[in-house]
């Protein structure tokens, strides 16, 4: 037994496990079996046929994890369900570490999907930036600091901003977007702001007024005391338009639609 492991470069207790049945050699160390032994390929072969299959033929799978997540598996779950150890499936997944034909049907099963899918290589998905206003303030070639500065905001809060800890007001996205030089839908959608369709038609009817100044106020960014300071006018008073209670002058309708950007005359009082 120590002469044959000397000449197929394998421990003894390899040759002791082979001979006992416990598992077949490799597939690599048939020729040098073959040759110590007298025999053909063939017939190494059929020496070792009803032997369990050696891991090292087995194949890699590349897609267990993904497959494993995507049906619900903790690593620890379905380790279990195949009875091995945790560690041991995730050697399978992350390093590549080949399972043997057995085990990669056992886990084909529990899966309840081929080997083949398990065998498949994942398709490559485009990476998502989990920043954009980050890739876009630098795209802008600017620094965090200079970028607060203009946007007028502190330090702290743009970095809360671009870590996804907080979503932007509507206003600090449109200065965004002309700090950063990018059309404002750009950063209201990096921003996930997603703002209100206005009422169909223009000039709106009686009904539509108040939602109509509503998604307008909201769109150029501007809380109700900022736009009613812009008109001269309170805050309550915006809200009273805007609830219905009440209705702007002719005159604050022109001052409106400059102020939110609306087409000449689609406000009437």
Known sequence: MTQLARAVHVSRPNVSLWENGGRRPARQYWPALGAALGLQFHEVEALFADHPPARLDGEPLPSLGLVRRQRGFTQRTLAGLVEVAPTTLAM????????SPGVAEELARVLDVEVARLAARPRAVPAVDPRPLRRL?????????????????????????????????????????????????????????????????????????????????????????????????SGQAVRSWEVGRSRPSEVTCRRLEAVCGLPAGSLSA
Do not use: F, N
């Open 92 to 99: 399978w997944e992350t390093a590549g570490v080949r399972v």
């Open 137 to 233: 303030r630098r795209q802008a070639g600017m620094t965090q600091r200079e970028a607060a500065a203009h946007l007028r905001i502190a330090l702290g809060t743009l970095a809360r901003y671009e870590a996804g800890a907080r979503v932007p007001p509507v206003a600090v996205a449109r200065r965004m977007a002309t700090a950063y030089r990018r059309p404002p839908e750009q950063l209201l959608a990096a921003c996930g702001i997603e703002l209100p369709d206005l009422p169909d038609g223009a000039p709106w009817r009686a009904a539509d007024l108040p939602e109509a100044i509503r998604v307008a106020r909201m769109a150029a960014g501007m809380t109700k005391v900022e736009l009613g300071r812009v008109l001269g006018r």
